[in-house]
């Protein structure tokens, strides 16, 4: 009976130690994917300067396309495939970034508390 | 970079908007709320306003039919119908 209950909390002692040691090892690992794409796409918070420069050049080149509309029409034709595909990325990740925004902002993952 | 721009602007409007809406959303259920209580009490007023009405009814004058006798004496009296009735039959007779 004795060496029965041994075995039993042995083997889940060693299951245990199993699980954490897998944890720890994918928390390592998506720690360190984060860390790459974080460097790689550049994902450090801008200063007020980049913020303030890249408003002012999309509002010119709004204007600029306001102004003229024959470019904006030739610029829609000369559109590649692999463009349409980034732009594409971009705009998933603008709505990823305002959903996680919305749910900061909530305070709540899924859904509004009050209704 | 603009897109990094962009991705941290779409991140501020979402908690912007996260947080609004959510003040909102507050705000109406509590007037909701309010309203829903003061509902509550006029009902409860209404309630007993009729309960005392089955408790107290009120004696509605009978209709006295016109140019009846009248005793000045009576305590219960209603002289708006006998100053009505009197006004009554002078029209009548002066037509």
Redesign the interface.
Known sequence: MLSRIQNYTSGLVSKANLLSSKALYYGKVGAEISKQIYLKEGLQPPTVAQFKSVYSNLYKQSLNFALKPTEVLSCLKNIQKNELLKYGAYGIQLIGFYSVGEIIGRRKLVGYKHH | ??????????????????????MI??C??KKKEEQAQYEEKLKLVEEAKKEYAKLHPVVTPKDVPANASFNLEDPNIDFERVILNAVESLKEAST
């Open positions: 970079s603009t897109v990094n721009v962009l991705r941290y602007s779409a991140l501020g409007l979402g908690l912007f908007f996260g947080f609004r809406n959510d959303l507050k109406n259920a």
